[in-house]
């Protein structure tokens, strides 16, 4: 079986940029998704350098981040809710159907011309930011179209709540217009409502999304709320998927951090750190379990 090992949001922060090419020249993560919506300056542009040449590099497109390369998140939607976090406000109006498609559609297509024009190059896959590519049909046709155009991997989040650890949930527990969670039942729009106050909300919304993209053929780890569980669990839980699946995708957010730079988010903390040491944990654990570490252009790769 082979795995490939995805570190999300290089560009957000340097120090973060930094400890992502560490992690891939000790060989602990084998595929970058970058963020093109910030500066792109000399540093970076080394690192990159640096990076293609033991991992493969993809685009993380930003639609819930401000600044955008061609708008404001603001600008895609209709409505403009009161919500601490703006992904909340993005998913909404995706739901909700409330979002100008075309603007959306340029901002994608402006991201990946500044991706080329600075880095020199096609990515390799393509991905959304705060998976802002599965709450819209319309938006996840375009990445669709996008994939088959300049003939790059289409990178979904699709893994499923029934394989957490941190919650029992049993298998097929979820239906189109409400779901149990306990004794409780919840709809769409409490779920929506939600979201801004209990992060539970969030996972549940995540793994609705999930499951209606879900595919069958490759496994995906590590999509809930960005939170990388200990490299015992993980190890454990891709030993079982090696009976059904051929390649496992893990999603992660490590990095380095120095409290005195000042970050572009709150996400950028200590604990992409301790997710860093927990890679070289895995990579340890991983190999000796007789599984491949491969990248997005590894031949054989489907």
């Known amino acids: 079986m082979k ?66 390369t061609q708008y404001q998140m603001e600008d895609l939607c209709y409505y403009k809710y009161n919500y601490e976090k ?18 959306i559609k340029k901002e994608i297509d402006s991201q990946i011309n500044k991706f080329y024009k600075k880095y020199k190059f096609m990515p390799s896959h393509i991905d959304g930011h705060n998976h802002c590519n599965i709450f819209n049909g319309k938006i996840e046709k375009i990445f669709e179209e996008v994939s088959i155009k300049h003939k790059i991997h289409l990178r979904i989040p699709y893994e499923k709540l029934e394989y957490i650890d941190e ?15 306990g004794n409780k039942k919840l709809n769409m729009k409490l779920i929506m409502d939600n979201l801004e106050y209990f992060f539970k909300y969030d996972m549940y919304l995540n793994n609705y999304m999930c499951i209606k993209n879900c595919k069958k053929d490759i496994a995906f780890i590590g999509t809930i709320y960005g939170y990388f569980r200990n490299p015992e669990f993980l190890t454990k839980q891709i030993n079982n998927y090696k009976k059904n699946y051929n390649v ?20 950028s903390n200590k604990e992409r750190m301790n997710e860093l040491k927990s890679l070289k944990v895995l990579k340890r654990n991983i190999v000796n379990n007789n599984i491949q570490y491969i990248t997005y252009k590894s031949k054989g790769y489907y």
């Open 248 to 267: 496992i995708q893990l999603m992660t957010h490590p990095g380095f951090y120095c409290k005195i730079l000042k970050h572009n988010t709150p996400f």
């Open 86 to 103: 703006a992904k909340y406000t993005f998913w909404k109006n995706c739901m909700e159907d409330t979002i100008y498609i075309n603007r």
């Open 3 to 68: 795995i490939i090992i995805n570190a999300d949001d290089f560009g957000v922060d340097i120090d973060r940029d930094i400890g992502i090419t560490y992690g891939v020249l000790k060989g602990y993560i084998t595929s970058v998704s970058v963020i093109t919506t910030n500066k792109i300056g000399l540093i970076r542009k080394i690192l990159i350098n640096l990076i293609k040449k033991k991992a493969s590099i993809g685009i993380h497109i930003n639609l819930t981040d401000n600044p955008l």
């Open 167 to 181: 919650i029992d949930l049993k298998e097929n527990c979820f239906f189109d217009d409400y779901y149990k969670f």
